[in-house]
């Protein structure tokens, strides 16, 4: 397993930009497809975005097409969400996930958890 500390989150007004990043230990980050993931309050945690090992092919969740962009840094260990043209709706706890398997979509298909980083957007 993958050990995941995410970082970036904030409070933010609504129309602004953050950019969330995650860090992961060892030397087999490259092995795994990355996702985010969210969980408002009293809300299940829903997908919102994927990239696969190499950087090469990404997915979004309907709700955040054309506002977020994921990328990694295969050199750094590092996962990115750049969260652009923010709605109060996206506050939510945000969590990285590693994927054994070259791409996920489903919670039950990453196996590996960061502690959760928050974002807070003011209307």
């Known amino acids: 397993q993958v050990q995941l500390v995410e970082s970036g989150g904030g409070l933010v007004q609504a129309g602004g930009s953050l950019r969330l990043s995650c860090v992961a230990s060892?030397?087999?980050?490259?092995?795994?497809?990355m996702g985010w993931f969210r969980q408002a309050p009293g809300k299940e945690r829903e997908f919102v975005a994927a990239?696969?090992?190499?950087?090469?092919?990404?997915d979004y969740a309907d709700f955040v097409k054309g506002r977020f962009t994921i990328s990694r840094d295969n050199a750094k260990n590092t996962v990115y969400l750049q969260m652009n043209n923010l709605e109060p709706e996206d506050t939510a706890v945000y969590y990285c996930?590693?994927?054994?398997?070259?791409?996920?979509?489903?919670?039950?298909?990453?196996?590996?958890w960061g502690q959760g980083t928050q974002v807070t957007v003011s209307s």
């Open positions: 060892g030397r087999t980050f490259r092995s795994y497809g």
């Open positions: 990239i696969t090992r190499s950087g090469g092919s990404t």
């Open positions: 996930a590693a994927c054994s398997a070259n791409w996920g979509r489903r919670s039950a298909d990453f196996g590996s």
